[in-house]
């Protein structure tokens, strides 16, 4: 089910209702239903994923529903450092109703692939991390089915199980086997975040990954070479990220905390790499849990990130031109 989006969460300070330095992003964020988004290239599109069913089937902690409206909240009230001409449009949320979780992820689909076409940049609040799989299948239909697809997952774990049903801890399995265009990238792996069998499935699949503690700041050049190696190999890439890769201390909102994860700074600096490269086209958070969250912690932290994610991308913009 589709809803449209309001301003009620795009709410907060201003300091000048005149002055475009001064802005923040309620201030700069505009409400446009999907069906009607004017074409405007290069503009953000923020459209959320109300979706937990994929962790319910995974037998985790429920609460990411209410992520995406959380997300908007704490986005509202922070500065937008963007040129004055930068568009940026919240479309409104994917729901998915009861557990028709399959039906949900080909909506979410459709609405990616909806916003690619008109050359804008989907910024999506998931939701469980099944949200990955919908964001999939808009980039599969946008980009067609010869395009090598690249995708990149900044994880605690692979998401590579096996199951009868799909769920947030299937979906790249299911991409992987049966898309010979695709391939995986996988950063901030822990080894008690997945079994040897994972580890296994991971080499048969050919998936590409660096380690947790392979992941530092003074690593950033072992993992920017990484991401380059991996992007030059597709057409276009879409970048994911599980919030329960980064340490449970900054982000205890999730449902599978991460006591030896990430340290945020790092997962700010890899995002902001990975926004560089010029094909990556989209982005999407997952696995904010604002009922397990610790006064607000998370979902101020995954806004932080997503901002951060527009900045790389605009960078990215002015540097083309």
């Not at 992003?25 to 459209?47: D, M």
């Not at 991390?129 to 900044?154: M, S």
């Not at 992987?176 to 391939?183: F, K, M, P, R, Y």
């Amino acid at each position: 089910m589709y809803k449209l989006p309001t301003s009620e969460h795009w709410q907060g300070r201003i300091d000048s209702s005149t002055d475009p330095d001064s802005f923040r992003f309620h201030q700069a964020v505009q409400t446009q239903a999907l069906t009607s988004l004017p074409a405007e290239p290069e503009a953000f599109a923020i459209v959320g994923f109300e979706c937990e069913e994929g962790v319910r089937r995974n037998k985790g902690r429920l609460g990411a529903a209410a992520a995406p409206d959380q997300i908007r909240s704490k986005l509202a009230s922070l500065p937008y450092n963007f040129d004055s001409c930068q568009k940026t449009f919240d479309v409104g949320n994917v729901v998915c109703e009861g557990q028709a979780l399959e039906h949900a992820q080909q909506e979410l689909g459709t609405a990616v692939c909806k916003l690619l076409e008109q050359a804008a940049t989907p910024i999506i609040l998931g939701g469980g991390h099944e949200t990955l799989y919908g964001h999939y299948l808009g980039v599969r239909e946008f980009a067609g089915k010869d395009a090598k697809i690249g995708l990149i997952n900044i994880d605690a774990h692979f998401d590579l199980r096996q199951a009868e049903h799909p769920s947030s801890g299937t979906m790249f399995r299911q991409i992987l086997e049966s898309d010979t265009n695709a391939g995986y990238l996988c950063l901030g792996v822990q080894t008690f975040g997945n079994t040897p069998a994972l580890f296994k499935t991971a080499e048969l699949l050919g998936c590409k990954y660096m380690m947790a503690d392979e992941l530092t700041l003074s690593d950033m050049p072992n993992a920017a070479k990484t991401i380059d190696e991996f992007c030059a190999q597709y057409d276009v890439v879409l970048a994911t990220l599980c919030t329960d890769s980064i340490n449970a201390a900054a982000a205890p909102g999730v449902s599978a905390p991460s006591p030896l994860g990430l340290d945020p700074l790092m997962v700010c600096k890899l995002l902001r790499y990975i926004m560089s490269k010029k094909n990556v086209k989209s982005f999407d958070i997952s696995e904010v849990n604002p009922s397990l969250d610790e006064q607000q912690r998370t979902v101020k932290l995954a806004a932080y990130l997503v901002a951060e994610v527009m900045d790389g991308f605009t960078m990215k913009h002015r540097e083309e031109e």
